[in-house]
Structure formats: structure tokens, C-alpha cells
């Protein structure tokens, strides 16, 4: 069946660091990635879609790259900081419509 | 503000209530879904509707019956649930189905259920 696996232990780094996270899936072609912020007791936030076909995408302090032979995403957030700290869901979808399914997300803490 | 609002915020119901939970969207989308977020779980698709027509019932129990009236609301109406039913219930849109370049989801901040 198919799967996402995201870092279910939490994250902690000191602010100014690089802040690197994991989506990883199996049984599973995906056209298109995306990435959503979710603090607590709100719901998800998109940040990134990369497709297939881009091996990586840029957005401010945010990078995302897609390896679909590793089948793989990671998640970079440069000079990270204290505001940065939220739960980081992956989601996929291979029809670019509403089949997206996503990852359990992994907590990620920047402390000052 | 994402322009997709839930209530209630928080709701507590006992196994034999009905309640129903409510969703607006103010983005002139063309798609609404329900999801369910358990704890430490990944969000489940429970319902998408395109144009006010349901097209997904991803196996959700008839306990749980969704309605939209129209394309900017989208209510779940909840009875005899049971208390593993307890989560987070998030309603979300997106401009249309399926575009082909890949949709992105706006997120209402959901309805924390308990059912006791």
C-alpha cells in the first residue's frame, strides 16, 4: 500500500542553524509534492509544490528537492528561527487533483 | 486568515447527539473536502465535493453525513458517533478538482471533537 514516512521524533535546533526534513514514500509515483506548516490547534498552511519533473524549489528561506529515483523530498528551512517552529507535513499526489495524501508530519523546535 | 472558516472551534457530544459542523469558504473555490486528523496520525480524506456534487466518500461511516448547499458552504452532520471518533475535523478548498498542475489546499483551522 502506498506510504509516506516523515521523522515521527521531533526536531531541535538552535536558531540560525539549517533545518533539514525527510519525506520519504513507497508505492507510490507522484506528480507533484507539496509542503504545509501546521501550528498547533490550526489546520495546515501550503508553503511548496515541486513537480516530478523539478529537482528543487525555492521560496524565500524555504528550499524543497524531489529526487523521484531515492524517492525522496527534503525540506530545508535556512537561518532558522524561533517563529519557525511547527509541525511539517509532505503530501503527495499523482494526479495534480484531490487524491493528495499526506504524511503524519514531523514537530520541528528552533530554540533561541 | 486563510479564507476557509470552521465552527465550531471546539465541540463535546455525547454518543446519542447530533450535531453538525460547519464550513465557509470566501475564495471563490470551486472544490470543498472534510478531512480527519487523529492524533500523531496523517490527515484522512473523508469527502470532496466539485461543484457542490460529491465525488469521493473515501468508506466513511454513515455516521457521518456530509451536505453542501452550495459551492461556498459545506456542513458535516454528526450521529451516534463513537468515541474513537474523537479528533480534529478540518474542511479545506481548492480551486477546482483537478487542474492537472497540482492543486494547492487551503485549511480551516478545524473543529476539535470529543465524543464521550
Known amino acids: 500500500s502506498q506510504k509516506i514516512e516523515q521523522n515521527s521524533e521531533a526536531l531541535n535546533i538552535q536558531e540560525g542553524k539549517t533545518a533539514t526534513l525527510t519525506c520519504n514514500y513507497t508505492?507510490?509515483?507522484?506528480?507533484?509534492l507539496q509542503w504545509y506548516r501546521q501550528d498547533p490547534g490550526r489546520g495546515p498552511v501550503f508553503l511548496l509544490l515541486i513537480r516530478e519533473n523539478e529537482k528543487e524549489k525555492r521560496k524565500e528561506r524555504l528550499k524543497v528537492t524531489f529526487d523521484t529515483t531515492l524517492k525522496q523530498s527534503l525540506f530545508h528551512i535556512t537561518a532558522s528561527q524561533p517563529a519557525d517552529s511547527a509541525t511539517y507535513l509532505c503530501a503527495l499526489d499523482r494526479t495534480g487533483g484531490f487524491k493528495t495524501i499526506f504524511g503524519a508530519g514531523t514537530r520541528l523546535f528552533v530554540k533561541a | 486568515e486563510t479564507g476557509v472558516t470552521q465552527t465550531p472551534r471546539h465541540l463535546v457530544m455525547g454518543m446519542t447527539n447530533k450535531k453538525s459542523l460547519k464550513c465557509e469558504q470566501h475564495?471563490?473555490?470551486?472544490?470543498m473536502y472534510w478531512y480527519k486528523q487523529s492524533a500523531k496520525k496523517p490527515l484522512e480524506l473523508m469527502f470532496v465535493y466539485s461543484l457542490e456534487e460529491r465525488v469521493e466518500n473515501n468508506s466513511v461511516p454513515s455516521r457521518f453525513s456530509p451536505e453542501c448547499p452550495n459551492s461556498s458552504h459545506l456542513f458535516l452532520h454528526l450521529h451516534t458517533l463513537q468515541p474513537e471518533d474523537s479528533a480534529l475535523y478540518l474542511c479545506a478548498s481548492s480551486q477546482d478538482l483537478s487542474n492537472g498542475e497540482g492543486e494547492k489546499l487551503f485549511f480551516g483551522s478545524g473543529t476539535q471533537l470529543s465524543v464521550l
Open positions: 508505492n507510490y509515483s507522484p506528480a507533484y
Open positions: 475564495l471563490g473555490h470551486n472544490a
